[in-house]
């Protein structure tokens, strides 16, 4: 009698979270089964001894194949929200390769930011003063001459001024370069502080004409959209959004309005803007 107790305690732990349920109802097939193989022996004909003797075999088979599937594309789905006591089981810091894959993918964003104000330069034919676009390239490439030996590092650099600024500024300790993991891709933050009873989710963006352009937007929105989906933590996380440049930024109201508006106010969403040079006086 014990032991039944013992059995109906644990099945109703396991109950918790998918895992579990899926661990009772694989136990259950094999109880099933092992019971009508071996008290049902003298009525069932050979044909029928014999077809659950293989599906008592190929069973675990497939209940490998399908545990494989669930694992590699939809790990998150297999735990509840009470198994995310610790954060680390589920936000995870990038290792040294996917930290310079990212800072490499920014950098280049750099350039392309150069290219498309360059190409802007034959907007002249169009009717559009040719002193203000060529000013613009010419203050652009400059800026980007200044950081092109190792745009990757000088973008690190942006990165650690930025939170250090915050951590001074909102007296928290932010861990760098974090990430998270869905079924069909890795969403990295800038850093995530991670207090009590809230998540802060920081990302950094640089812009060397203050102008933030669609493709940082859009970035940031399916950043902020696929973590509300996806994160576990029980604890509710907003977002700093955080940009940073050479000149005065131009766009900063605009970006604020069509973010929100694409977001629906269903993320909680901060922003700050720095310029290059306060950065510096302030590292």
């Known amino acids: 009698m014990k032991k039944i107790l013992d059995f109906l305690e644990q099945a109703a732990y396991m109950t918790k979270n998918p895992l579990g349920i899926i661990g009772l109802f694989i136990s ?8 009508v193989l071996t008290l049902s022996e003298q009525w069932l004909t050979l044909n029928q001894t014999w077809a659950l003797v293989w599906f008592i075999v190929l069973f675990p088979i497939l209940i490998l194949i399908a545990f494989l599937y669930l694992v590699i594309n939809h790990h998150q789905k297999l735990y509840s929200p009470s198994d995310y006591k610790d954060e680390s089981n589920f936000f995870r810091p990038l290792n040294p390769e996917e930290q310079n894959e990212k800072f490499e993918k920014e950098a280049q964003n750099l350039f392309s930011v150069s290219e498309l104000v360059l190409n802007d330069s034959k907007l002249k034919e169009k009717g559009v ?20 030996f190792n745009a990757s590092n000088f973008y690190f650099l942006i990165e650690e001024s930025v939170l250090r600024a915050l951590e001074s500024d909102m007296n928290i300790t932010i861990r760098r370069q ?22 802060i989710g920081v990302e950094i963006k640089y812009t060397p004409t203050g102008k933030i352009n669609e493709d940082q ?10 973590v509300m989906e996806f994160n576990k933590d029980p604890r509710p996380i907003h977002f700093i959004l955080s940009f940073v440049s050479d000149q005065p930024f131009k766009n900063e109201k605009e970006t604020k309005l069509e973010i929100y508006e694409r977001l629906h106010g269903n993320a909680l969403v901060h922003f700050r803007f720095y310029l290059l040079d306060e950065l510096r006086k302030k590292s």
Not at 28 to 35: N, R, T
Not at 178 to 199: C, K, Y
């Open 129 to 148: 003063e040719q002193p203000t676009v060529q000013n613009e390239a010419e203050n652009l490439n400059q800026a980007l001459m200044n950081h092109l």
């Open 217 to 226: 937007i859009e970035s940031l929105v399916k950043m902020i959209q696929t």
């Open 28 to 35: 259950f097939i094999y109880a099933v089964s092992a019971l």
């Open 178 to 199: 974090m990430a998270l993991d869905t079924a069909n891709e890795r969403v990295n933050f800038s850093g995530i502080a991670f207090q009590p009873h809230e998540l």
